[in-house]
């Protein structure tokens, strides 16, 4: 190989040893750059620097208890991507023909004369042809939007013909907290105002969240804002177990999750964050879990005065070979049920370390091991 070809080629690969290092490249990228790599010394070793750079940070922990703030920036650049990359992958719509397009051209070339002309077309809309109209009109009110209380139920037909045209979390100052105001599109507009705390309100916020595909994503970003105060709600947690399974978005998935953060140690919950672990295709999301779980895991420790989680004492060795006259109590039962819970978050972990096809979930889930610590018994 000649030096100038040599010289061509590194400049195309040097660029991409940094996400080589990461392992975010194609397999057809990788074939060439370990091509490359075996023939060139210069590249090998910028390689070796990156990989590293990247042992040096993942050697970095951020402290208990505490998420860190570079694992959460990639996570939103990861998930700002992914929906900028969707937005560009829809066909964009095919401009028509525009009969009046002389118009607006003649117009930006005479901004002055334009701007006269407007003036008099909308006085003369205001004073002649608005009264002509509104006087040739049946004399209704279904295009005026109807203030609601959240107190008032909506039906559930009014629910499934709504459309929400914005949320506002503050709607005047001095607002309580928790105070919402929905403006809904339907047969007749409406602005539902009322508190988080109201049942009914609970219910016009969960069904957005429940029918994601119905709704844009920034309103079901907004609803899952107002309710997160409220992830303790029966009602409030099940649409937020469903938006962290099921919804497309995974901004909303992320936001569905991290409304749960508190109740991480109940068992539904707990399912749901292994689940996404498990099936969810967004690296930022899986590496949001991880430190949900670490974060769950360490307060449990903490509320338990104890680093590790011991065995019962005076549990039978087989519970199936216990005898009748063995009893265990509901704190015993409840710490067994914690300690199988603790073993399927560390098992998932592990597998996450050694399979994730994301190297950063797995330096990730690496480092979560280590501040979990060993789980010996006592």
Same mark, same amino acid.
Request: hydrophobic share 45%; proline share 5%.
């Given at each position: 190989? $000649?030096?100038? #070809?040599?010289?061509s080629?590194?400049?195309?690969?040097?660029?991409?040893?940094?996400?080589?290092?990461?392992?975010?490249?194609?397999?057809?990228?990788r074939?060439?750059?370990? =091509?490359?790599?075996a /023939?060139?010394?210069?590249?090998?070793? *910028?390689?070796?620097?990156e990989?590293?750079?990247?042992?040096?940070?993942d050697? #970095?922990n951020?402290?208990?208890?505490? %998420?860190?703030?570079?694992?959460?920036?990639?996570? *939103?650049?990861?998930?700002?991507?992914?929906?900028?990359?969707?937005?560009?992958s829809?066909?964009?719509?095919?401009?028509?023909?525009?009969?009046?397009?002389?118009?607006?051209?003649w117009?930006?070339?005479?901004?002055?004369?334009? +701007?006269?002309?407007?003036?008099?077309?909308?006085?003369?809309?205001?004073a002649?042809?608005?009264?002509w109209?509104?006087?040739?009109?049946? @004399?209704?009110?279904?295009?005026?939007?109807v203030?609601v209380?959240?107190?008032?139920?909506?039906?559930?037909d009014q629910?499934? !013909?709504?459309?929400?045209?914005?949320?506002n979390?503050?709607?005047?100052?001095?607002?309580?907290? +928790?105070? /919402? *105001?929905?403006?809904?599109?339907?047969?007749?507009? %409406?602005v539902?105002?009322?508190?988080v705390?109201?049942?009914?309100?609970?219910?016009?916020?969960?069904?957005?969240?429940?029918?994601?595909?119905?709704?844009?994503?920034?309103?079901?970003?907004?609803?899952?804002?107002?309710?997160?105060a409220?992830?303790?709600?029966?009602q409030?947690?099940?649409a937020?177990?469903?938006?962290?399974?099921?919804?497309?978005?995974?901004a909303?998935?992320?936001?569905?999750?991290?409304?749960? !953060?508190?109740?991480?140690?109940? &068992?539904a919950?707990? =399912?749901?964050m292994?689940?996404?672990?498990?099936? &969810?295709?967004?690296?930022?999301v899986?590496?949001? /879990?991880?430190?949900?779980? #670490?974060? $769950?895991?360490?307060?449990?420790?903490?509320?338990s005065?104890?680093i @590790?989680?011991?065995?019962?004492?005076?549990?039978?060795?087989?519970l199936?070979?216990?005898s009748d006259? #063995?009893? %265990?109590?509901?704190?015993?039962?409840?710490?067994?049920?914690?300690?199988?819970?603790? =073993?399927?978050?560390i098992?998932?972990?592990?597998?996450?370390? !050694?399979?994730?096809? @994301?190297?950063?979930?797995?330096?990730?889930?690496?480092?979560?091991?280590?501040?979990?610590g060993?789980? =010996?018994?006592?």
């Amino acid at each position: 190989m $000649s030096a100038a #070809v040599k010289k061509s080629r590194c400049a195309n690969i040097a660029p991409i040893l940094v996400f080589y290092a990461c392992d975010e490249v194609s397999e057809n990228e990788r074939k060439l750059i370990d =091509e490359h790599l075996a /023939v060139c010394v210069s590249c090998a070793e *910028q390689l070796t620097g990156e990989r590293a750079l990247w042992e040096a940070m993942d050697a #970095v922990n951020p402290p208990a208890g505490e %998420i860190n703030s570079a694992d959460a920036l990639l996570s *939103q650049c990861r998930s700002q991507l992914a929906e900028t990359l969707d937005d560009l992958s829809v066909t964009p719509v095919r401009e028509h023909w525009q009969p009046f397009g002389w118009v607006r051209r003649w117009m930006a070339l005479r901004p002055a004369w334009s +701007g006269a002309m407007l003036v008099v077309f909308g006085v003369l809309l205001g004073a002649e042809v608005m009264p002509w109209l509104q006087s040739g009109l049946p @004399s209704n009110n279904n295009g005026r939007a109807v203030n609601v209380l959240a107190s008032q139920k909506l039906t559930d037909d009014q629910l499934a !013909k709504m459309a929400v045209a914005g949320i506002n979390l503050a709607p005047w100052p001095n607002a309580a907290p +928790g105070t /919402v *105001q929905l403006q809904l599109r339907a047969e007749q507009p %409406i602005v539902l105002s009322g508190n988080v705390d109201d049942s009914n309100m609970r219910r016009v916020l969960t069904y957005v969240v429940e029918n994601g595909e119905r709704f844009d994503a920034g309103v079901r970003l907004d609803c899952l804002d107002a309710l997160k105060a409220q992830a303790r709600d029966a009602q409030v947690r099940k649409a937020l177990l469903l938006a962290a399974r099921k919804d497309q978005n995974p901004a909303v998935r992320m936001k569905a999750l991290e409304a749960l !953060k508190d109740s991480a140690a109940d &068992d539904a919950v707990r =399912e749901a964050m292994l689940d996404a672990l498990a099936h &969810d295709a967004n690296p930022g999301v899986r590496v949001e /879990v991880v430190n949900m779980l #670490v974060h $769950s895991l360490e307060h449990e420790s903490q509320g338990s005065n104890m680093i @590790s989680y011991p065995k019962l004492a005076g549990a039978p060795e087989n519970l199936d070979d216990r005898s009748d006259d #063995v009893q %265990i109590s509901s704190s015993e039962s409840s710490a067994m049920t914690s300690n199988a819970s603790v =073993e399927k978050v560390i098992r998932t972990l592990e597998e996450l370390e !050694k399979r994730d096809p @994301s190297r950063y979930v797995r330096l990730r889930s690496a480092a979560a091991l280590r501040q979990i610590g060993p789980r =010996e018994p006592q």
